[in-house]
């Protein structure tokens, strides 16, 4: 199965440490929104979009290039981001613009960051050390799933 990862991780790079352990399992490259050949997403069966969530969303350059993406035909993809708190509703934009490019979002995955925004700098950060070891084998146990599962459903014939 053929897989990719797009990540956007403008802080201190949580999130792209999270996307590299994910890609690793699903033996993708990670590549920023910027590079993104939208017309070439046709061959992969599965995507991942992520980020760290700046004011309350993913990543501006996420969320545009989930604006132009061509219509998804069903494609399987994941969201993930990793943030100072955890809150299922940083995902809705993005989930939002994914299934109006028919995109089937089969799962998603949040995580905590070290965040040093703003005046939490002065106090020596919050969430020290994260993502840690437990989160990044997390990472790796939320894509391993879902990588059986594509894979199950490319055996019978179920994927396009
Ligand atoms: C400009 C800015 C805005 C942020 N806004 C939020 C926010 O609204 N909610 C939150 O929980 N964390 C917020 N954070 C913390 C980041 O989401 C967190 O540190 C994340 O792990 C950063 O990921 P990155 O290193 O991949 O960029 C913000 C951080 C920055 C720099």
Redesign the pocket.
Known sequence: MKSLIIC?????????KIAKRMAKVLDADVIEPKETEINSLKEFDLIGFG???????H?GSLLNLADKLPDLHGKKVFVF???????NK?HDDLKQKLERKNAVIVDEFFC???????FLKYIGGM?KG?PNEKDFKSAEAFVMKIKEEVEKDIKSGMQS
């Open positions: 956007k991780s403008i802080h201190v790079g949580n999130t792209e980020s760290g969530i700046y004011s309350y969303k990543h981001s990793t943030s100072g708190v955890i809150m940083f905590k960051g070290f965040n040093k925004n703003s969430n994260r």
